[in-house]
Structures are given as structure tokens and as C-alpha cells.
């Protein structure tokens, strides 16, 4: 029994090592947006001025190893619009889908981002927490089919469903899209908006996706309770 509960103590140690040592590594996925736009990456997940080796060494008893949370996530827009490079500025790759772990609230949450065609109808959206929808601000047209995507969102997506717009291309040149109408019209569908340059800022997207992250798993945590009659 002595040895027994030896291996088992050390085995909860490795675990712990192992679990700090692969936040540090990929701190890029699990770093938390908190207002500033600077290019520099944060690995706090959650406490000022705490690392994520630190972090976990003062939650080792209650820091999950394995995802108790997996959502979907559902990339929408016009085509053209930059929804593969978004993708491959998350993944490294292009292959329309990635998967990706963070960290919040000390909940370890799996998420499965896909890229999709406009829905046809509202059960498309069935099982889905968050909508990224994607247009190219050089692009009316693109801008368009996003508006009309937001829209069909807000009225048929699941209950505590997040919402997020990304003006994509966001490069020197003057956008063809009104920014400023872009981001109230997305306001007023209950999205988020962004505007960023997928190709030339990863660690925009990836501060864009980790706040999406955040607010899925917020939302899943602190969503009330659904009271049915019997």
C-alpha cells in the first residue's frame, strides 16, 4: 500500500511538471486578451504577474489535465474573405479545421474551429457555442454576405451562442468597408467586432481567438440554469 500510494503521488507530480512545462511551451494558446494591442503575448491565464508554471504549481490539486469542456466553433464568410489564413495563422495549416486547448478559469476546454459555407437553415448552428464570421474589408461584397451572416446568427443561434466579426485584410492600404459602420452593425447583432491582417499578424489572430475562448467558456460556466416544467 506504501508503494502504492508512493507511485500514485509521484505520478501526480510528473503529471503537474508535464502539464507546466507544455503551458509554458505553447503559451501563444493560452494567452489572455486584456485590452492591449500591442504585439507581445501574456502567458497569465487569469492572475496578474503569475507564469503559467506558476500558476500551476499553486493549483496542482485542482489544475484538469484532460478537457472536461469540447465545444464547436463554426468560421463563416464570403469566399475570398480569408477564412484559410485565418486558420493556418492559428494551426500552421490550411486544411479548413484545427483543434486547439485553453485554459480559463482553471477549466481545460478542447475547442474544433471548422470552416463552413453560409448555413441553409438554423440547424446548421445545432451544437455550436461561438461564429466567427469573416469578411475582406477591400471587399463590399464580402462585407455584405457578413452583415446577412451576423443577422442569421443572432436570430437562430443556440442560447449564450458567441459572436464574433473579423474585418480580415486589415493591411496599409484604405479599406472599401466602413469600419466604423462594420463595427456597429455587428454591435448591433450582439457580435464582437475585430478587424486584422491574418497573414501578416499572427499573434492578432491569436489574441482575437483566445478572447473568443475565453468568453465561450465564460459563457458556459456562469450560464444560469435552464428550468423546465414537468
Not at 14 to 34: G, N
Not at 147 to 167: D, P, S, T, W
Request: glycine content about 8%; some cysteine.
Amino acid at each position: 500500500d506504501h508503494t502504492h500510494a508512493t507511485h500514485t503521488r509521484r505520478s501526480a507530480n510528473e503529471s503537474v511538471l508535464w502539464l507546466a512545462h507544455f503551458l509554458d511551451t505553447h503559451e501563444s494558446l493560452f494567452s489572455r486578451r486584456r485590452g492591449s494591442n500591442s504585439g507581445a503575448s501574456s502567458p497569465s491565464l487569469g492572475r496578474r504577474g503569475q507564469s503559467s508554471a506558476a500558476l500551476v504549481g499553486a493549483q496542482a490539486s485542482a489544475s484538469p489535465t484532460v478537457p472536461s469542456i469540447y465545444t464547436k466553433i463554426m468560421m463563416l464568410g464570403h469566399e475570398g474573405s480569408g477564412k484559410k489564413t485565418l486558420c493556418s495563422a492559428m494551426s500552421g495549416n490550411m486544411d479548413g479545421y484545427f483543434t486547439s486547448q485553453h485554459l480559463y478559469l482553471n477549466k481545460l476546454a478542447e475547442y474544433t474551429v471548422t470552416l463552413s459555407g453560409p448555413p441553409r437553415t438554423p440547424a446548421a448552428l445545432r451544437g455550436t457555442m461561438g461564429v466567427v464570421v469573416v469578411f475582406d474589408v477591400h471587399d463590399p461584397e464580402s462585407w455584405k454576405t457578413a452583415e446577412g451572416l451576423a443577422e442569421f446568427v443572432q436570430k437562430n443561434g443556440m442560447r449564450h451562442n458567441v459572436c464574433y466579426v473579423i474585418g480580415n485584410k486589415r493591411e496599409g492600404r484604405e479599406a472599401a468597408v466602413n469600419m466604423a459602420t462594420a463595427s456597429a452593425t455587428a454591435t448591433k447583432f450582439g457580435a464582437k467586432f475585430f478587424e486584422v491582417d491574418s497573414k501578416a499578424d499572427t499573434a492578432g489572430v491569436r489574441r482575437i481567438f483566445n478572447s473568443l475562448y475565453d468568453d465561450i467558456i465564460g459563457n458556459i460556466v456562469n450560464a444560469p440554469p435552464v428550468h423546465t416544467v414537468s
